[in-house]
T-cell receptor, first 112, second 114 residues
Framework: GESVGLHLPTLSVQEGDNSIINCAYSNSASDYFIWYKQESGKGPQFIIDIRSNMDKRQGQRVTVLLNKTVKHLSLQIAATQPGDSAVYFCAEANTGGFKTIFGAGTRLFVKA | DVKVTQSSRYLVKRTGEKVFLECVQDMDHENMFWYRQDPGLGLRLIYFSYDVKMKEKGDIPEGYSVSREKKERFSLILESASTNQTSMYLC?????????????FGPGTRLLVL
């Protein structure tokens, strides 16, 4: 069945280092991908999105990479800060359909 | 900024009780959603609504119902709460009639059913 999964359930990085969070998706028909950040006690917050006609999209300190060949999505956070500590999860959707599939999430720990 | 609010952050209910979870969004969004979030399972869609008085079942609608009498408000109802409905419940809204639009989430309601 369709699934969006994450390779690492937890990730620990040193403050100032770059973080990379990975996500695999299985539905080749998905053409829209989103990364969310969820801090403790809060709802998910949109970070960045990318459509399938792009390979890379940059935001403020974040970059999303999409590799459609291997159905892989990654979120890169530059100069990781303590405030980046949260659960990050990816989601996939099909603009021709009506479903968004969410991954289970990766917890990012930032060590000071 | 989009604001999605949920009526309660924490709720404790007893098995068999009827439970109401309320969600309000202030951005005139068309779509509203109810999810539950459980460790290791990600977000699972319970119900969604793309217009007032319209509702559609998601992936796990059993044991739940919804109501959307006004555009800004979407209620989730547990007709007879059970312990397996202990979970974090998240409400979301999005602008256009389609799942592929970015969804904006509320802070969540953590429900414990005893």
């Amino acid at each position: 069945g369709e699934s969006v999964g994450l390779h690492l359930p937890t990730l620990s990085v040193q403050e100032g280092d770059n973080s990379i969070i990975n996500c695999a998706y299985s539905n080749s028909a998905s053409d829209y991908f989103i990364w969310y950040k969820q801090e403790s006690g809060k709802g998910p917050q949109f970070i960045i999105d990318i459509r399938s006609n792009m390979d890379k999209r940059q935001g403020q300190r974040v970059t999303v990479l999409l590799n459609k060949t291997v159905k892989h999505l990654s979120l890169q956070i530059a100069a990781t800060q303590p405030g980046d500590s949260a659960v990050y999860f990816c989601a996939e959707a099909n603009t021709g359909g009506f479903k968004t599939i969410f991954g289970a999430g990766t917890r990012l720990f930032v060590k000071a | 900024d989009v604001k999605v609010t949920q009526s309660s952050r924490y709720l404790v209910k007893r098995t068999g009780e009827k439970v109401f979870l309320e969600c309000v969004q202030d951005m005139d969004h068309e779509n509203m959603f109810w999810y539950r979030q459980d460790p290791g399972l990600g977000l699972r869609l319970i119900y969604f609504s793309y217009d007032v008085k319209m509702k559609e079942k998601g992936d796990i609608p059993e044991g739940y119902s919804v109501s959307r009498e006004k555009k800004e408000r979407f209620s989730l109802i547990l007709e007879s709460a059970s312990t397996n409905q202990t979970s974090m419940y998240l409400c979301a809204s999005s602008v256009e009639k389609g799942f592929w639009e970015t969804q904006y989430f509320g802070p969540g309601t953590r429900l414990l059913v005893l």
